[in-house]
């Protein structure tokens, strides 16, 4: 009796010890990130890549200690994404705007430094 309870105990040191050596190579494969979410049903699902069933839902990328890394938002639907390419295309005109502004006024005030150099120019 003790011999196969001595048995079961070195079986499940050795299973344990190699689960414990596969861990950190699993862990090393996956940059160490665990993919988090919460499904529609309301059931946290854990991966070590990102989740398909989440695609429409906000996924959070963990460190190995837990720690939140970053955010993935979901992802956009079709007429979302088109309201965020305007708003981008507008924010790039605008800046280019006011780079533009900016070169025109240092372009004019090199030309001209003082008050006197744009009466001479008149």
Do not use: W, Y
Request: with cysteine; net charge positive; hydrophobic share 35%.
């Amino acid at each position: 009796m003790q011999s196969i309870a001595r048995h079961r105990t070195l079986t499940a040191a050795l299973l344990f010890a190699v689960g414990v050596a596969f861990v950190p190579s699993s862990v090393a494969q996956s940059g160490g990130t665990i993919f988090t979410c919460t499904d529609g049903q309301g059931r946290k699902l854990t991966s070590d890549r990102p989740i398909a069933e989440c695609i429409g839902r906000e996924q959070r990328v963990l460190n190995r200690d837990g720690s939140v890394q970053r955010v993935i938002p979901p992802t956009m639907t079709a007429d979302e994404r088109a309201d965020f390419e305007a708003r981008e295309q507008r924010r790039s005109a605008e800046i280019k705007a006011q780079q533009e502004a900016v070169r025109r006024d240092r372009n004019l005030v090199q030309r001209f430094p003082s008050e006197q150099a744009c009466a001479t120019a008149r």
